[in-house]
């Protein structure tokens, strides 16, 4: 194993991240709000910021398309984030955070997402040209998201097989068929949550004949994790532990408020978040990824990378900036 200090953050599904705080939201009303922001965001970007405001040096990698794309990149340049980008002909998705609630504790956060726009033919393979020529340089490779249409589910699972043919360490937050069919290349860590791996899992968890409709088939598994919490358990952790075990990776199962599910070595082991005040969750589950990312990489084991982890993103929680762990 290589792991030399530098990352590599790989998104494609870059997104404009609009956040909208309210006192209160009042349906079928005209809702006005002075406090609002406008970040460049996405799973992978925000992983990127925190691993910045870290101390560590990442380069992002994405494909940018469309007439947003010079207001995208203005935005990662104030924030420090060194971006290597190839066309993808497809504009920049917009998604929005409406937060409910002036104080710190007591917010409700309502995500609203666009789907991706379609890539254009060639994207894949400049972004695949692109990723190896800065893979090299890379000791941490961290895959985050789902791909904009037009990418082909090969994607994902090259760009592990690469990284583990250069001794990289891998960390995955991706779901579906990203998920299951990078597995095989031995990825170091995966961390979907609780929802998404059941969701990739449904066949093996007794979850059949999902609903083509996503509304409808994220429904059904939250009805299915809500009605059966010990039996939920002990079916996913067995599954969870037999794919640890068979692939030598770590699977980090985050559960929001609940203990954070962790198998690897051999074992399950639980760890509780960090009790905070709530303002924006938006970007806690990446701020997550790149705190556990940079402690590895600092040389901590799994026992306590997790809680730093935690505690980066219960950070991320106590702001309206998506994707962060401090100000400035």
């Known amino acids: ?181 990078s597995l095989l290349h031995s990825p170091d860590v995966v961390k979907p949550n609780l929802f998404e791996f059941t969701a990739t899992f449904s066949d093996e968890l007794g979850i059949s004949r999902l609903p083509g409709d996503k509304a409808a088939a994220a429904l059904a598994c939250r009805a299915f994790l809500a009605g059966h919490e010990e039996e939920v358990k002990a079916r996913i952790t067995a599954l969870a532990l037999t794919l640890s075990a068979d692939r030598g990776t770590h699977i980090i199962l985050s559960r929001g408020e609940l203990p954070v599910w962790h198998t690897g070595d051999g074992g399950f082991t639980e760890y509780p978040v960090e009790k905070t005040a709530v303002l924006n969750t938006i970007g806690s589950g990446d701020a997550f990824t790149a705190g556990l990312a940079a402690a590895l990489d600092e040389g901590l084991p799994f026992c306590q990378a997790i809680p730093w982890g935690i505690h980066c993103g219960a950070l991320n929680a106590g702001f309206l900036k998506p994707g962060v762990i401090c100000s400035g």
């Open 1 to 181: 194993m290589k792991h030399p200090r530098g990352f590599l953050s790989v998104c494609m599904n870059p997104t404009l991240q609009k956040t909208l705080r309210f006192s209160a939201l009042i349906p079928g009303e005209v809702n006005r709000t002075a406090c609002h922001r406008l970040d460049a965001s996405g799973k992978g970007i925000n992983v990127t910021r925190v691993l910045r405001q870290l101390g560590k040096g990442v380069l992002h990698l994405t494909g940018l398309g469309g007439g947003l794309r010079p207001l995208f990149l203005e935005l990662c340049e104030k924030d420090g984030l060194d971006v290597r980008w190839v066309e993808s002909g497809g504009g920049i998705r917009f998604c929005y955070t409406l937060v409910e609630g002036m104080g710190r504790g007591n917010t409700v956060v309502t995500e609203l997402v666009e789907e991706g726009e379609q890539t254009e033919a060639g994207t894949e393979e400049r972004l695949l040209a692109a990723y190896g020529e800065v893979l090299d340089s890379a000791g941490t490779v961290i895959i985050s998201g789902t791909k904009a249409p037009g990418y082909s589910g090969s994607l994902v699972p090259e760009m592990a097989r690469l990284a583990r043919e250069q001794g990289c360490r891998i960390i995955l937050d991706v779901r579906d068929s990203d998920l299951r069919e």
